[in-house]
């Protein structure tokens, strides 16, 4: 799975842009605010219908438009499928894919899977638990077909009940919801857990090639005790979910626990390493999806020389090329890459002002 042309309109500082990528590693340099990041957040917009740098989508909008427009080829098993998408500042937005109007943005997600390491990945360890969540749930959609309908019914129960919970609502009025909860928690939970468990046959070799002296142990927390029954929990809870108005038990409260002996990863690693970490956790999921459905991830890398010296460098492009994957990088100085790559990137492009233009 490759993208083969990607046209960018009123985006950010680009006003147009076409891009022919190639199917290998593409790197894409210049100056802070010149628009390179922009180029990533372009891809990972027409993939997720959404930023990975702003919550709102408004601001991507180039200030002189009332909408963007995003537009790629994509290629897949020697198939074209073109995607469209356009936002605009009202918040309406279209999606498209081989000429056809698009319901539901995870419609492209499942389409268009991109994995993104950028400087701001650590919230993935060190922000609190939804993150590592999304981590989960990225995984657990792609490999489960069942796992996006179960987690949207969970959401729709739970608002349901926080609603009554915050009416002071007697147990007898929450008693149906919460039989409706079990069920599908323990869907999402299943799901979940048999995701994480295959993930970590593929992460303990990858860790071990980032991190040799270091024993990382991951594991999935469900929300809950796991030794407890969920029903009678949310019942026993009751009193206590009544006076902070929301459920303070169940799947939205899941995570992924890493840590080294008893210690979080985030107290046991230096910050280098823990960047390490999050590129093996991407990279495990990447090579996962292609084990599993045959499909290959687009991985977006922000200023990858930022934090890691010129053997890590060397070390996560090597990884990163071995799972055959397209791959688009950003850098300042684009000999912070070339020096760490055994062979020059397949294409390279360079941004000024918004403009890019290839580099032959």
């Not at 979080?264 to 495990?284: E, F, N, Y």
Request: charged letters at 25%; aromatic letters at 8%.
């Amino acid at each position: 799975m490759s993208l083969s042309r990607i046209t960018i309109g009123s985006f950010r500082n680009i006003t147009t842009a076409t891009l022919n990528p190639s199917d290998g590693l593409n790197l894409i340099y210049g100056q802070n605010g010149s628009g390179k990041t922009s180029v990533l957040e372009a891809i990972y917009f027409l993939g997720m219908g959404r930023s990975f740098r702003s919550h709102l989508s408004q601001r991507v909008i180039n200030n002189d438009d009332d909408k963007l427009t995003l537009f790629a080829n994509l290629i897949q098993d020697e198939n074209d499928c073109k995607i469209g998408l356009r936002r605009h500042r009202s918040g309406d937005i279209e999606v498209k894919i081989n000429g056809e109007k698009v319901k539901r943005l995870s419609t492209l997600a499942e389409t268009l899977p991109i994995q993104v390491i950028t400087p701001e990945s650590f919230s993935l360890l060190f922000e609190g638990p939804k993150a590592r969540r999304q981590f989960i749930d990225w995984g657990a959609f792609h490999s489960d077909p069942h796992f996006y309908q179960a987690w949207v019914n969970v959401r729709k129960v739970l608002k349901q009940r926080n609603q009554l919970l915050r009416n002071q609502s007697p147990y007898s009025q929450i008693q149906f919801w919460d039989k409706e909860l079990v069920r599908y928690a323990e869907q999402v939970t299943d799901i979940r857990n048999q995701y994480v468990d295959s993930l970590n046959e593929l992460l303990k070799g990858i860790i071990g090639r980032f991190l040799p002296q270091v024993d990382i142990k991951v594991s999935f927390t469900r929300g809950w005790d796991s030794k407890t029954d969920f029903s009678q929990l949310l019942e026993n809870q009751y009193s206590r979910d009544i006076a902070a108005g929301n459920t303070g038990s169940g799947p939205h409260k899941a995570d992924l626990r890493l840590r080294v002996g008893n210690l979080p990863v985030q107290d046991a690693l230096s910050r280098g390493q823990l960047k390490l970490l999050v590129c093996a956790l991407r990279i495990a999921q990447g090579k996962l999806l292609k084990q599993q459905l045959n499909k290959n991830s687009i991985y977006l890398v922000d200023d990858l020389p930022s934090e890691l010296d010129a053997q890590h460098r060397q070390l996560l492009l090597q990884q990163l090329t071995e799972t055959g994957a397209q791959i688009f990088v950003t850098a300042i100085d684009p000999l912070a890459i070339v020096d760490s790559l055994s062979r020059p990137p397949n294409r390279m492009f360079h941004v000024e002002h918004g403009q890019v233009t290839v580099i032959e």
